[in-house]
């Protein structure tokens, strides 16, 4: 097959309007069925959420006893400002000058996605029959915390009759000429603190005012980011490895017909902050600082999680997967990468959130990773694009992951040691 027809269903793809609020899932649903029928595999739609299908096609291995290989991947995608766009974001425009495809999810994730079938088209092209069954997931709402796609899907019967072994889900392009792997992410903590104080005329300086009691919070939390980017910007921590705390959103004032009233001191104020926790980090100490220093009720603050996901798994320990001897599944991924004739870097923590985490929470390993090199990463950005090449050698990438995965035979003893998880 010539590269035009592989790049095409690429584009096909990119140009499914899936973006949230409003993702056109059923589209995308059809379009990754006829993928699948034209591989002959066949497919299911699982709809756990009324409007939210989730598609799971199903490669079977010579030995179905064996644990499966999960190879996950999103249909949403996020929003875009279409006019701050050099090309609209669903034209998945290809300049034929340097070859990069811009669309919203080039890169974040319908690439992955899409790469998993071409690899499984080679594959078959070429005769070759996995060992393990290989599954194919194609979920929703992964950006909006996938509550109603992932989380759904590893609590069902179809998943536990799946037996999944060991799963793939996205990571993060990498501007060196090395992949990035990922094996544990930050804990996503949506943090609003909330001051009140007493109102009063813009012109008198007193103590206890809402604004000067959540600046104080604001001065405060920002001496904790310095000191964390601080650690990033010294090259001491990766990004990953520290806790990243960004003010999202300021809320206060007397509105007025033009504006907000000028000479009138609110008795409300608030701030939102998009605060990420490393599986390391210890939970309790933030905690206190946020009650202790962020938002102390001393001051006539509150504070209220709009979201906060725990730093461990339901073991009560870091959801992370092992990267050492103990997870064959890691060394396989750096053998096929070589193979492949490319590198991988080493393993890290993944700064933001992915489906990851609810097979990590459940014991399963999870393996974040998008064969992405060379490439500014543009996730959630402006012109996201992905060059025509980085994504035909990822497929090639896959082709080696995938055999060698499913070509597999895994030790007994191993089985044992996850059975007890
Ligand atoms: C709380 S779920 C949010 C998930 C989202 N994932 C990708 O960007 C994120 O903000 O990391
Ligand atoms: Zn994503
Ligand atoms: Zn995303």
Known sequence: EDAST??????????????????????????????????SLPSQTLEFVEGKPLILIKWQGKDPTLPSILLNSHTDVVPSEHHKWTHPPFSAHLDSTTGNIFARGSQDMKCVG?????????????????????????????EIGGADGVAKFVDSDAFADMNVGIVLDEGLASPADHYRAFYGERSP??????????????????DNTAMENLLK?????????AAQFDLVKAGLKAQGEVISVNMVF??????????????????????????????????????????????????NMTFEFKHKVSVNDKFGRPAVTA?????????????????ANARLGKPEIFPAS??????????????GFSPMA??????????EFLNKDEYLKGIDVYESIIKTYASYIQHPRDDASREEL
Not at 13 to 29: K, S
Not at 323 to 339: F, G
Not at 360 to 367: D, M, N, V
Not at 374 to 383: A, C
């Open 374 to 383: 060379n490439t500014p990463i543009l996730l959630h950005d402006h012109n």
């Open 323 to 339: 990267v050492d001897s103990s997870n064959i599944w890691w060394a396989l991924l750096e053998e096929a990468i070589i193979k």
């Open 217 to 225: 919070s604001i001065e405060s939390i920002r001496r904790f980011r």
């Open 250 to 299: 300021l809320k206060a004032g007397t509105p007025s017909p033009s504006g907000f009233v000028m000479n009138m001191q609110p008795s409300e104020a608030q701030a939102g902050f998009d605060i990420r926790v490393p599986p390391n980090a210890d939970p309790a100490s933030l905690e206190r600082r946020i009650a202790d220093e962020w938002a102390p009720a001393s001051r």
């Open 114 to 142: 899409l790469q998993y079938l071409e690899a499984i088209r080679k594959l078959k092209d070429s005769g070759f029959r996995p060992l393990r069954t290989v599954y194919l997931s194609f979920v929703p709402d992964e």
């Open 6 to 39: 592989i790049l095409s269903r690429f584009q096909q793809y990119l140009q499914i309007n899936t973006a949230q609020p409003h993702p056109n899932y059923y589209e995308a649903a059809q379009f990754i069925t006829s993928q699948a029928n034209s591989l």
């Open 189 to 206: 903590w949506w943090l609003v603190v909330k001051a009140v104080g007493a109102p009063g005329h813009g012109s008198k300086l007193y």
């Open 354 to 367: 992915t489906d990851s985490r609810h097979f990590r929470e459940r014991g399963l390993p999870a393996i």
